[in-house]
């Protein structure tokens, strides 16, 4: 990049994963700072449901499942067909005991998506604990 360059919100998402990809004693302290690449990119492009997807994502990795379903939601309006979002969201309800919230997410996720193992098979786990 060049002295007058501005970053993309590729460029802060990228940052954002290599981060979360590079261990860390501080949990907290790194998700602050994910979280605060994640937002850069989402103020470049607040309509790209991609953003909210990777934050809500950032969101269950870290265990805040509220803000993982907002953000996943957030996707979801942006992208109806999202199934990745859906996945993201069953996935953070289920960790909230909110079992027919994920199931209805992954019943979704695979109606958009019919090959989407891991939404069967979370789908499925759900139902034979019920």
Do not use: C
């Not at 950032?58 to 996945?87: G, K, M, V, W």
């Not at 909230?96 to 939404?119: C, Q, V």
């Amino acid at each position: 990049m060049g002295l007058f360059s501005r970053k993309s919100a590729n460029d802060y998402i990228d940052m954002a994963l290599n981060l979360f990809r590079s261990p860390s004693v501080d949990r907290e302290s790194t998700f602050r700072r994910i979280k605060d690449l994640l937002f850069q990119a989402q103020s470049l492009e607040p309509r790209n449901p991609d953003i909210y997807m990777i934050i809500g994502w950032i969101d269950n990795q870290f265990n805040h499942f509220e803000s993982a379903i907002s953000n996943s939601t957030r996707a979801i309006e942006l992208n109806p067909q999202y199934a990745d979002a859906y996945y993201n969201r069953g996935y953070a309800k289920s960790q909230l005991m909110d079992y027919h919230g994920a199931i209805s997410d992954f019943d979704s996720a695979i109606r958009i998506n019919p090959n989407f193992n891991e939404a069967i098979q979370d789908r499925e786990m759900i139902r034979s604990m019920l």
